[in-house]
């Protein structure tokens, strides 16, 4: 086979092309750190760093999420630890008034000192974050939770049902707060006779939760026996709830208990309707001060178990905020331990090896160096050298 001068000069240097192009891969490899710095580089290795960056965005994304709520939840906490602070300062007031030593004077004192913490009590319920939205009003964080109505003394809540959900993992979703009405609406109650001369007095909320969850329970005397049917809020078909009397005691479905006070007649029936805190509070200021000079047991004693209830209440969301916190806390900590396990994960398939990678650049820099040094030589090398 012949071969000549040019084909011998092409060969060596597309040689020294390759080999300067590996260098420059292995310098260029150096200096990113990076074992894997394309797609073509390792297809296979490459397909599984991109599902491990998209998981650790996942991961990432979720972390930020719990950090935000970590913080919204802890100012809620905060807010309802206030909130029992100043609801036990307004039942020792609430004590206080029951003193007969008070007088007229004394309980038109006190009763300014009630609507006073009962204005504290509404700052807090209707407290705004710095971006303007309200912790208790629901999905409708825009709003005002609990209002005066245009008739004085009376609240309602405009705020939703409804709460905020912040995703924290592929599968949780936590509450970022809690409504209003699951505090202050439903916590005491208001017994009306509708039918009948006697009246129910001593009514007690057995069951928070069941009894809030009723817009109004009305019992009735029907053929001798007492029939007790409730109406879901928000509509819905109407619910018997077994009743117990005995004696004078009637209980209802262990949700609430009262005493019926006065003679009773078929036919007869009274209705219970839930009370809202502020409402309570601005009727009990006032009785207070137009029902003489000292305020009457039963007053005394439903505003204390209205009060006793709100405190029950705010104590139960506290508890479900706590586990809240706790959950979250658990799972940033999983969090964590994926992400570090995924990054550890990637850098072992995109990161260098730089003991090999700098041995490997020494070899291919001599190898280039000895190349070039051959093809020097080689092209001084001609006939013309033996004929001299």
């Known amino acids: 086979m012949r071969v000549s001068t040019a084909q011998i000069s092409n060969m060596m240097v597309s040689s020294m092309q390759q080999q300067g192009g590996e260098l420059a891969k292995t310098y260029a490899d150096i200096t990113s750190g990076k074992r894997l ?9 490459t397909v599984q760093i991109m599902q491990l960056n998209k998981e650790l965005s996942f991961l990432e994304q979720y972390n930020d999420n719990i950090d935000a709520l970590d913080n919204v939840l802890r100012q809620e906490e905060t807010l309802l630890t206030n909130m029992v602070n100043t609801l036990q300062g307004i039942r020792e007031t609430i004590l206080s008034a029951g003193n007969v030593a008070l007088g007229v004077d004394g309980l038109k ?13 509404l700052s807090l319920v209707n407290y705004q974050r710095a971006d303007g939205q309200y912790f208790f009003s629901g ?62 007095k001593d009514t007690s909320i057995l069951d928070l939760q069941t009894f809030s969850a009723y817009d109004n329970v009305v019992v009735e005397n029907v053929a001798g026996t007492w029939t007790t049917t409730a109406t879901p809020k928000g509509g819905g078909p109407a619910v018997l ?15 609430v208990s009262t005493t019926i006070d006065g003679a009773t007649a078929v036919g007869d029936r009274f209705t219970l309707k839930s009370v809202d805190t502020f409402t309570a509070l601005a009727n009990f200021a ?20 209205t009060i006793d209830n709100t405190i029950a209440k705010t104590g139960q969301v506290q508890t479900r905020v706590g586990g809240r916190l706790n959950t979250i806390s658990l799972i940033g900590n999983s969090h964590a331990d994926v992400i570090l396990m995924n990054q550890t994960l990637r850098s072992g398939l995109e990161d260098l090896d730089y003991a090999e990678a700098i041995s490997r650049f020494n070899l291919q820099q001599t190898a280039l160096s000895a190349a070039q040094q051959t093809f020097v030589k080689i092209q001084k090398m001609s006939l013309f050298d033996y004929l001299r």
Not at 245 to 250: I, K, Q, R
């Open 37 to 45: 710095r394309q797609p073509s580089d390792d297809a296979l290795d």
């Open 109 to 121: 004192s006190m009763s300014g000192v009630i609507e006073k913490q009962a204005d504290a009590l």
């Open 139 to 200: 999905l409708k964080t825009q709003t005002a939770p609990v209002v005066e109505t245009t008739t004085p003394g009376v609240y309602v809540y405009q705020g939703s049902e409804d709460k905020k959900q912040v995703s924290v993992s592929g599968s949780t979703d936590i509450s970022a707060n809690d409504p209003g009405s699951d505090i202050f609406f439903g916590s005491g109650v208001h017994a009306v006779t509708v039918v009948g001369t006697a009246t129910l």
């Open 241 to 255: 709830l077994p009743t117990v009397v005995t004696g004078d005691e009637l209980t209802i479905a262990g949700v």
């Open 286 to 305: 006032s009785a207070i001060t137009s029902g003489g000079d000292f305020v009457q047991g039963d007053v005394l004693g439903d505003m204390l178990n």
